[in-house]
């Protein structure tokens, strides 16, 4: 009944760990693979599709089928940093729709708190291929001030303030308390926000994502496998993608590829953003949201400081209620990739299995989005809208 | 006032950038222009970005620009400038902000390109207040 859908989320699993000293990646990977595969009622020998980002270990996803053990007919190794596991939603549900795979396995798993992080430079490795890196590695480039260059122009060109980016981390932390796993559990205030250490202007430490180790997986199923797995499953009405890049030096940094992604993603599943009941949205760092939440048309552009002040994304009190797991900003960021949870936290609000503190009452239609890579460089956005089973 | 300067890492150089590393050397800032289209593209090609020609020619800019966008990195042990400066030939590049007071630093203001050795003796553009 209700809107039609290609493909349903049946299975949604957020690993419990936000620190794996005593585990492997590949493990982890199997770890939420196994937890998603019972949230569906599906054991893995009905995957036949397999999607992961570039970053696992091996060749593509060669060597994490093998280690689970899965036998596929289909493959997507897509990587568009932290919003691969949003594009793979809808890669997923194109490779069904066109029958390529029946049950589609994506997994996310890495362990940058128990490594230690990586810098941009040393991950960027070979230099003489990459093409752009002479120009970028000397001057030190570091995920912290490269977004701090994008709320920076955000500020200059239409006035916002550490203030108004502050309310975003505040919403998360109200969300955060309630959830028993997440690395940030204090409710934090503006104040708190704006007077924590400065990291790279204009953004403080609580404008920024916490590291976590951990990771995340979805099951993807064709709607005639959905229909015999019962009412928890999620139809997936619309999804879009598109990256972001710097334009051989003509670009924008006050806006993001959401402004692609979102569109599509909205025109496919036949709704406005004035549909969408709850919001998973990429919160990187506060900017990240910002940014987006103007893009994806939830408000006007330049009007998004405004918008999530005064506790508009806290649930109960605000329009648009967002990442109540705590998100990326308060709950975790597994591998420094927090696509997944995004999608699994939406999952959960159009189940009405979110905590009842924050779950919002009805929630039929969702919407989950991902940033990955630096939205003032290089960046992949990628957004799906989500349908409760009777939506 | 100048703060204390952080040690620069050499650029990755290949034959296609060869020339512009061997331009800052002589205190010289090249772009890449279309032969066909006529746009200048930041980082410089061999195939233009714009129209996929694959006549494109150096020519040095001004040197001259103004801040697009910028950010302290204060929680590094020499804090720096990151920038996007707009060159008045209206491309935007990556560089850092030098011999500047930080206080003194932001958004439009006019800057002038000034170069710094490298670890291994390569030279860096960089930009300073005017």
């Known amino acids: 009944m209700g809107r039609s859908s290609k493909a349903y989320i049946a299975g949604a699993f957020e690993h419990p760990t936000r620190k794996a000293v005593d585990k492997t990646i590949a493990q982890l990977h199997a770890e ?14 009905d995957v036949d599709g397999y999607f992961c980002d570039g970053d696992v270990p091996g060749l593509g996803g060669l060597s ?12 997507d190794s897509t990587e568009t940093g932290g919003s691969s596991y949003v594009v793979h939603v809808g890669h997923a549900v194109d490779a069904i729709a066109a029958g390529k795979c029946n049950v589609a396995l994506i997994t996310l798993a890495g ?30 480039p570091v995920i912290t001030n490269m977004y701090g260059m994008a709320a920076m122009r955000h500020m200059y060109e239409y006035g916002t303030t550490s203030e108004q980016l502050a309310w975003i981390k505040v919403a998360a932390s109200h969300h955060a308390q309630h959830n028993e796993r997440a690395v940030l559990r204090d409710v934090v205030t503006v104040e708190d926000v704006v007077n924590s250490p400065v990291i790279s202007d204009p953004l403080h430490r609580l404008d920024c994502c916490v590291i976590s180790d951990g990771g995340g997986a979805l099951i993807v199923v064709s709607p005639e496998i959905a229909k015999t797995l019962g009412d ?17 030096g003509k670009f924008d940094l006050t806006h993001t590829a959401a402004v692609v992604s979102g569109p599509i993603a909205f025109e496919e599943a036949g709704v406005t953003p004035a549909d969408i009941d709850y919001a998973s949205i990429y919160d990187s760092f506060t900017i990240t949201v910002l940014e987006t939440i103007e893009d994806l048309g939830f408000c006007a552009k330049g009007e998004g400081g405004k918008f999530v002040s005064d506790g508009n994304l806290i649930s109960g009190v ?11 900003l308060c709950n975790n960021h597994p591998s420094n990739r927090g696509g997944i949870t995004k999608v699994v936290e939406a999952v959960r609000q159009l189940r009405g299995e979110a905590h009842p503190a924050v779950q919002i009452p009805d929630c039929t239609i969702a919407l989950a989005h991902g940033t990955g890579g630096q939205i003032s460089a290089r960046h992949g956005s990628a957004t799906v809208i989500l349908g409760r089973n009777d939506a | ?70 950010s302290i990195m204060r929680r590094a042990q020499i804090p720096y400038v990151m920038a996007y ?16 007071d930080f206080d003194s630093v932001a958004v439009d203001k006019a800057v ?19």
Not at chain 1, 113 to 119: D, F, L, P
Not at chain 1, 318 to 328: E, V
Not at chain 2, 87 to 92: A, N, R, V
């Open chain 2, 1 to 70: 006032m100048s703060n204390p300067e952080r040690t620069y890492v050499d650029p990755s150089i290949n034959m296609e950038t060869e020339a512009y590393w061997n331009g800052t050397k002589e205190g010289k800032l090249l772009l890449k222009k279309c032969c066909s289209c006529g746009e200048t593209h930041f980082y410089p090609r061999a195939i233009c970005p714009y129209c996929f020609s694959s006549e494109t020619e150096w020519y040095e800019a001004s040197g001259k620009g103004k801040i697009y966008s910028y």
């Open chain 1, 232 to 248: 928890r499953c999620v139809k997936v009405l619309g999804s879009g993608s598109a990256i972001g890049h710097l334009n051989s």
């Open chain 2, 85 to 100: 400066v707009t060159l008045d030939e209206g491309i935007t590049m990556m560089t850092n902000i030098v011999e500047s």
């Open chain 1, 32 to 45: 939420v693979a196994f937890g998603a595969l019972q949230d569906a009622g599906l054991s893995k020998d």
């Open chain 2, 112 to 130: 002038e390109v000034t170069f710094r050795k490298t670890e291994g003796d390569h030279s860096l553009p960089v930009f300073r207040l005017v």
């Open chain 1, 64 to 75: 994490m089928a093998e280690y689970m053990g899965l036998n596929l007919k289909y493959i």
């Open chain 1, 318 to 328: 605000g329009k648009l209620p967002f990442n109540t797991d705590g998100g990326g």
């Open chain 1, 111 to 140: 362990r940058p708190k128990a490594e230690g992080v990586v810098s941009l430079a040393a991950r960027d490795g070979d230099g003489g291929k990459l093409p752009e890196r002479g120009f970028e590695i000397p001057y030190a």
